[in-house]
Nanobody, 125 residues
């Protein structure tokens, strides 16, 4: 599975961005999808998760109420809508998927076998 994340950019604090994650052989029904981010000098941080079977959605406390994960099943694409962005949200954002990803393991990067290349999100103050 090859994933591609897109949609990053430079915005001001309080603005919104939408990220997309798609894959040539990605089937949403078979894979749990995770969004992660990594700021310079920091470890990769889990942001959000979408379950493969029941469509469970989870969010890190730091983005709860501001970010929304959604999907287009027909397009095999997962989205991350990011609202009310803050400078602390600045990072490279990655999408990842794995058939075994579940709610209890979704926050752990090593859970995911397949990763996209990352897209830069920069939020200025």
């Amino acid at each position: 599975v090859q994933l591609q994340a897109s949609g990053g950019g430079l915005v001001q604090a309080g603005e919104s961005l939408g990220l997309s994650c798609s894959g040539s052989t990605l089937t949403l029904e078979g894979f749990g999808i995770g969004w992660f981010r990594q700021a310079p000098g920091k470890e990769r941080e889990w942001v959000s998760y979408r379950g493969s079977r029941d469509g469970t959605r989870d969010y890190a406390d730091s983005v709860m109420g501001r970010f929304t994960i959604s999907e287009d099943v027909d397009e095999n694409t997962v989205y991350l809508q990011m609202n009310s962005l803050k400078p602390v949200d600045t990072a490279v954002y990655y999408c990842a998927c794995d058939q075994t990803a579940g709610r209890t393991t979704a926050t752990v990067p090593s859970t995911y076998r397949y990763w996209g290349q990352g897209t830069q999100v920069t939020v200025s103050s």
